[in-house]
């Protein structure tokens, strides 16, 4: 059975950090893409960022490049994502995805989600 766990969500003031987990298991890691989205009350859910199988390609969104990094780490099936600079209009629930092999910012190319992790970003 699939699963995503996403952590590391909380409250923060503008210009903090945090940095996002997804833990996951139930398929082969390595064969997967695995993407983090966001979507806050009352907007569609947002792409931000992806880091292709074997972490060979990233993808930004431009709402986030330069302020977010994803990274990897096989060896613990986790996906992180660490948020710098956060301002208020970051402030949803953050999800990660997964879907084979290759990225895509499109949230319904995706094939099992998390439960999500809230983020607050007080001005």
């Known amino acids: 059975e699939v699963q995503l766990v996403e952590s590391g969500g909380g409250l923060v003031q503008a210009g903090g950090s945090l940095r996002l987990s997804c833990a996951a298991s139930g398929f082969t890691f390595d064969d997967y893409a695995i993407g983090w989205f966001r979507q806050a009350p009352g907007k569609e859910r947002e792409g931000l960022s992806c880091?292709?199988?074997?972490?060979?390609?990233?993808y930004y969104a431009d709402s986030v490049k330069g302020r977010f990094t994803i990274s990897s780490d096989n060896a613990k099936n986790t996906v992180y994502l660490q948020m710098n600079m956060l301002k208020p209009e970051d402030t949803a629930v953050y999800y990660c995805?997964?879907?084979?092999?290759?990225?895509?910012?499109?949230?319904?190319?995706?094939?099992?989600w998390g439960q999500g992790t809230q983020v607050t970003v007080s001005s």
């Open positions: 995805a997964i879907k084979l092999y290759y990225c895509s910012e499109y949230p319904d190319h995706y094939d099992s």
């Open positions: 880091i292709s199988s074997s972490a060979s390609t990233t």
